[in-house]
């Protein structure tokens, strides 16, 4: 089991950063492939980056590719998404992942993760 604490999200104007944070418990952190997801208001859950358990791996939706970076420290078992150059379109709530089955499942489906934050709001204003 692990539970996942969201932190960072604001209000930021367009063209900001924001950096997230997802603190995780136990000791078995760098044992999970972990990701970053996102609601809008009226939409569905989307994925939006996510970095593999040892190798750092990381893989992105179109969406954000360029702009945000996933990265993890496993000695703080935590999992950070540097947003960069937001814009009014990426206001939604940002969710922490995380998934220790390694399920065939791919890694953009939110089936795969078994474990999520609360999630942080995230406003991006024109």
């Known amino acids: 089991q692990v539970q996942l604490v969201e932190s960072g999200g604001g209000l930021v104007q367009a063209g900001g950063s924001l950096r997230l944070s997802c603190a995780a418990s136990?000791?078995?952190?760098?044992?999970?492939?972990m990701a970053w997801f996102r609601q809008s208001q009226g939409k569905e859950r989307e994925f939006v980056a996510t970095i593999s358990r040892s190798t750092g791996s990381t893989y992105y939706a179109d969406s954000v590719k360029g702009r945000f970076t996933i990265s993890r420290d496993n000695a703080k078992n935590t999992v950070y998404l540097q947003m960069n150059s937001l814009k009014p379109e990426d206001t939604a709530v940002y969710y922490c992942a995380a998934d220790q089955s390694y399920s065939t499942i791919t890694y953009y489906n939110e089936r795969r993760y078994g474990f999520w934050g609360q999630g942080t709001q995230v406003t991006v204003s024109t």
């Open positions: 136990g000791r078995t952190f760098s044992n999970y492939l």
